[in-house]
């Protein structure tokens, strides 16, 4: 394993290559990067400018405003990234065209005084010999840090690792994505979004780039939106009225976009709901085959969902009380979690609930105030064809009087208006018989879903019709 250089010697490094030679925009708290390839040694290689357009009517002046009236924003960066990259080239091409010039930007919104506020930022890149053929990363993050002095040095290190790695690592999505974090920590930052483009990063699929972020553990969660591309989660569902549904989707079935249709349903006859914002949850544990990530299912799985016009989140979340957690920092109006009733059981099971409080903590953090769960009933496929619901949901004798405290307080209750004619549906026989070639499988999926099964041979379907050789 090669040693971790210091954020000294990276920068000290790019300092002495003559090929990279750029400019340092940074607004906001991010004023840090530039600083450490300056006190590295032999900036003057590196650097033709530094500039901190830090007064809100000279970064309008400079960059143009925002329509959404923010600075630490994505559209804020892109425009400060374009606009210093065009303008070197504009200005010093034509006399040194061997280099490959660089924009560093940044805009970032460190802790404030009494610690109210979001400490996050922006970071990116764009780099390339000319306005045509560029490259261009770009990078959210949070900040843990307790003061803003920290911050500003995290950041700091951040903006040279993410420099470093742009021009020495660019051809390994893992590298790159690992290098990121050199001398940090997630307690000090949280990468949580990134999106790279250009010829540079012809190879990079920016799913499995974010993808990568969850595996690692550099986040906890990462969104795509309707048109399966990559978005800030916050940007989706900052107070809005969200309902979420886990599942597998492997495939998504009949039985899966019934249980988001009737949510919705429900869900806004209880709360008066005009609009919610409705998305599909997979947690990364769901994702692993025989111990490895299936970056192919993965991929099959967010494409196929966001077909159907669904978002979709990707967690490392076992436990149904951190999913929530994590979704309260939306500030949500209401949030509603839609459960099949058989992995509901899960949450009485002592196994399932690892933390110091046990069940009893769990619970209490999955229903905080403005949660409501649903469930969507399931039938026995054995012998009973009983259907399963929270009327008599068999539960551990011990936690018999909790689902009753839970039951009275109504936060948790079955959907009504659900499809029972499809309740014989479940993901793993659709997979086997697709895997198998059966007959039949595209009667339990959506057609736009079968279509596309059959179009590009996912989840394993041999690629041909008829029955196979035996």
Not at 315 to 335: E, G, V, W
Not at 350 to 371: C, S
Request: net charge negative.
């Amino acid at each position: 394993m090669k040693p971790v250089l210091t954020t000294q010697q990276k920068a000290l490094k790019i300092n002495l290559n003559p090929s990279i030679y750029g400019t340092f925009a940074e607004i906001g708290a991010g004023q840090d990067v530039a600083g450490n390839f300056f006190k590295a040694g032999a900036a003057s290689g590196t650097v033709a400018k530094s500039i901190s357009a830090y007064d809100m009517v000279v970064s309008d002046t400079i960059y143009g405003k925002e329509q959404s009236k923010r600075y630490v924003c994505k559209s804020r960066l892109e425009k400060m990234l374009k606009y210093e990259h065009e303008l070197l080239i504009e200005r010093l091409s034509s006399s040194t065209p061997e280099r490959s010039y660089f924009a560093f930007a940044n805009t970032v919104a460190a802790r404030n005084y009494h610690g109210t506020n979001e400490a996050h930022g922006w970071l990116g890149l764009r780099f390339g010999a000319s306005k045509e053929e560029c490259s261009e990363v770009i990078i959210h993050v949070r900040m843990g840090d307790n003061t803003a002095q920290l911050q500003q040095q995290a950041i700091g290190i951040l903006g040279v690792n993410l420099t470093y790695a742009a021009f020495y690592h660019e051809n390994n999505l893992e590298e790159f994505v690992s290098m990121l974090m050199h001398n940090l920590s997630r307690e000090r930052i949280e990468i949580d979004m990134i999106s790279t483009k250009g010829t540079n990063f012809k190879e990079y699929d920016n799913r499995l780039l974010n993808l990568e972020l969850v595996k690692t553990d550099l986040t906890d969660a990462i969104m795509f939106d309707c048109d399966g591309q990559i978005t800030l989660a916050s940007d989706e569902l900052y107070k809005k009225e969200i309902l979420v549904a886990r599942g597998s989707y492997r495939p998504p079935t009949k039985v899966n976009l019934d249980i988001l249709k009737t949510g919705v349903e429900n869900f806004k006859k209880d709360t008066g709901a005009s609009e919610v914002v409705p998305f599909c949850e997979i947690t990364i544990h769901n994702l692993r085959s025989q111990g490895e990530l299936a970056k192919e299912d993965f991929l099959a799985r967010v494409d196929l969902l966001t077909s159907i016009n669904y978002r979709v989140l990707i967690t490392n979340f076992p436990q149904y009380f951190k999913l929530t957690n994590y979704l309260s920092r939306f500030k949500a109006k209401h949030l509603a979690i839609v459960l099949g009733a058989y992995n509901f059981k899960q949450i009485f099971d002592d196994d399932y609930n690892q933390v110091p409080g046990g069940m009893l903590e769990a619970l209490g953090r999955l229903f905080m105030e403005n949660v409501q769960v649903y469930l969507y009933p399931y039938r026995e496929e054995l012998s009973t064809d009983e259907l399963i619901s929270l009327k008599n949901m068999p539960v551990p004798e011990k936690a018999k009087h909790l689902v009753e405290y839970i039951k009275a307080q109504g936060q948790v209750k079955d959907l009504e208006g659900y499809d029972d004619s499809i309740l014989h549906i479940y993901s793993r026989k659709v997979l086997k018989m697709i895997v198998n070639n059966e007959q039949g499988w595209e009667d339990f999926v959506p057609a736009p879903i079968a279509k596309t099964i059959n179009d590009k041979c996912l989840f394993g379907h041999p690629c041909f019709y008829g029955p196979k050789d035996s």
